[in-house]
C-alpha cells in the first residue's frame, strides 16, 4: 500500500491550499477504507486535522473546523484536504493515512508553510 500526497507549498496567511492524497490499492478496497490528514509542525507532535469514513462522515481537529474540509473520490481512489482562511500556525508536514485490514499506513508527507 503507498499513499502519495501532493499539493503542499508555501502560501500567505489567508490563503488557500488543496492537498490530495492518492492510494495505491484496488478501487473495491479503498471505498471501504477510512482515511486521515495529519499534520506535524517542528518541534511539536503529530495532530489529527481530519478523518472520513467510507460512508463520508467526518471529524476534524478543533484547530481546523470550519476552515478545512475533507472528502474523498472513490473513483479516483483520492482523499482531499482543501484548506482556507489558512494562518502561519498552519504550518507543518500534512500527512495522509489509511487503516487497512487493522494496519495503518502513512504517506512521505507534504510540507506546507503559511507566511505572515
Known amino acids: 500500500v503507498q499513499l502519495v500526497e501532493s499539493g503542499g507549498g508555501l502560501v500567505q496567511a489567508g490563503g488557500s491550499l488543496r492537498l490530495s492524497c492518492l492510494a495505491s490499492?484496488?478501487?473495491?478496497?479503498?471505498?471501504?477504507?477510512?482515511m486521515g490528514w495529519y499534520r506535524q509542525g517542528a518541534g511539536k507532535q503529530r495532530e489529527l486535522v481530519a478523518t472520513?469514513?467510507?460512508?463520508?462522515?467526518?471529524n476534524y481537529g478543533d484547530s481546523v473546523k470550519g476552515r478545512f474540509t475533507i472528502s474523498r473520490d472513490n473513483a479516483k481512489n483520492t482523499v482531499y484536504l482543501q484548506m482556507t482562511s489558512l494562518k502561519p500556525e498552519d504550518t507543518a508536514v500534512y500527512y495522509c493515512?489509511?487503516?487497512?485490514?487493522?494496519?495503518?499506513?502513512w504517506g512521505q508527507g507534504t510540507q506546507v508553510t503559511v507566511s505572515s
Open positions: 472520513i469514513t467510507s460512508g463520508g462522515s467526518t
Open positions: 490499492v484496488p478501487g473495491s478496497i479503498f471505498r471501504i477504507v477510512p
Open positions: 493515512n489509511a487503516g487497512i485490514n487493522s494496519r495503518i499506513y
